[in-house]
C-alpha cells in the first residue's frame, strides 16, 4: 500500500516569511496530490492539490511542486500571516476511478509568530 | 462549495452504548464515502470506505462487527460504534467525493465528532 511521509512535523516561521513543508510517497501509482489545512477541532479543509500531468501549482501564496521520479511533493506558502497556523497534511492518492483512498502524512503543525 | 454535514459533533456517553454518526452530502451526490478516525495531534487514520448501495470496504485492522456502516442513498452514510468502550473515543471524520467531478475528484470533509466514552 502507499506510504506518505511528511516533514517537518512542527514549523515555527516569523510572518511574512515563507514556509515549506515536503512529503514523500511510495506507490509510484499514486497520480493525484492534494493538501489539506486542519485549525484545532475542525475539518480538514482542501488549500490546493496537484495532478501527476503537471510539475507545479500556485494558488494566490500558496503553491504546490512535484517531482514524480523523486516521488515527492511540497507545500509552499509565501508572506505568511498568523491565520496561516494550523495543522497541513498532505495526501496520496490514485484518482481515477479505482480505490480513491487517500493516504494522508503524519501532519505539520505550523505557528506562524506575529 | 461542496458541503459535508456531519452529526453529532459531540457525543459523550456510557461505556456499552452503541452510537450512529450521519455523514450528510448537502449539495451533491456521493457514490463513495469515508470515514476516518483521528487521535489527538496525529494524522487521520482510514477506517473504511462507504459505497452508495453496498458493503463497505474496511481497513485491516478495523473490526466491521465494531463499526457498521451503512451507505443506503447518494446523500447519507452511517457510522454506528457498536458496544463503545473508552478505547473508542476519538475523533472521527467522514468525507464525500461528489460524483459530477469525474476521475479527479476531491474529498471533502465533515466537520467531525467527538466521542467520548465513560
Known amino acids: 500500500g502507499e506510504n506518505v511521509e511528511q516533514h517537518p512535523s512542527t514549523l515555527s516561521v516569523q510572518e511574512g516569511d515563507s514556509a515549506v513543508i515536503k512529503c514523500t510517497y511510495s506507490?509510484?501509482?499514486?497520480?493525484?496530490f492534494p493538501w489539506y489545512k486542519q485549525e484545532l477541532g475542525k475539518r480538514p479543509q482542501l488549500i490546493i492539490d496537484?495532478?501527476?500531468?503537471?510539475g507545479e501549482k500556485k494558488d494566490q501564496r500558496i503553491a504546490v511542486t512535484l517531482n514524480k521520479t523523486a516521488k515527492h511533493f511540497s507545500l509552499h506558502i509565501t508572506e505568511t500571516q498568523p491565520e496561516d497556523s494550523a495543522v497541513y497534511f498532505c495526501?496520496?492518492?490514485?484518482?481515477?476511478?479505482?480505490?480513491?483512498?487517500?493516504?494522508f502524512g503524519t501532519g505539520t503543525r505550523l505557528t506562524v509568530i506575529p | 462549495g461542496a458541503v459535508v454535514s456531519q452529526h453529532p459533533s459531540r457525543v459523550i456517553c456510557k461505556s456499552g452504548t452503541s452510537v450512529k454518526i450521519e455523514c450528510r452530502s448537502l449539495?451533491?451526490?456521493?457514490?463513495?464515502m469515508f470515514w476516518y478516525r483521528q487521535f489527538p495531534k496525529k494524522s487521520l487514520m482510514l477506517m473504511a470506505t462507504?459505497?452508495?448501495?453496498?458493503?463497505?470496504?474496511?481497513e485491516q485492522g478495523v473490526e466491521k462487527d465494531k463499526f457498521l456502516i451503512n451507505h443506503a442513498s447518494l446523500t447519507l452514510s452511517t457510522l454506528t460504534v457498536t458496544s463503545a468502550h473508552p478505547e473508542d473515543s476519538s475523533f472521527y471524520i467522514c468525507?464525500?467525493?461528489?460524483?459530477?467531478?469525474?476521475?479527479?475528484?476531491?474529498?471533502?470533509f465533515g466537520d467531525g465528532t467527538r466521542l467520548s466514552i465513560l
Open positions: 468525507s464525500a467525493r461528489d460524483i459530477a467531478w469525474g476521475g479527479y475528484q476531491p474529498q471533502h
Open positions: 506507490d509510484s501509482a499514486s497520480n493525484y
Open positions: 496537484i495532478r501527476s500531468n503537471v
Open positions: 495526501a496520496a492518492s490514485q484518482g481515477w476511478a479505482g480505490a480513491n483512498n487517500l493516504f
Open positions: 449539495d451533491f451526490q456521493a457514490t463513495t
Open positions: 462507504s459505497n452508495e448501495g453496498s458493503k463497505a470496504t474496511y
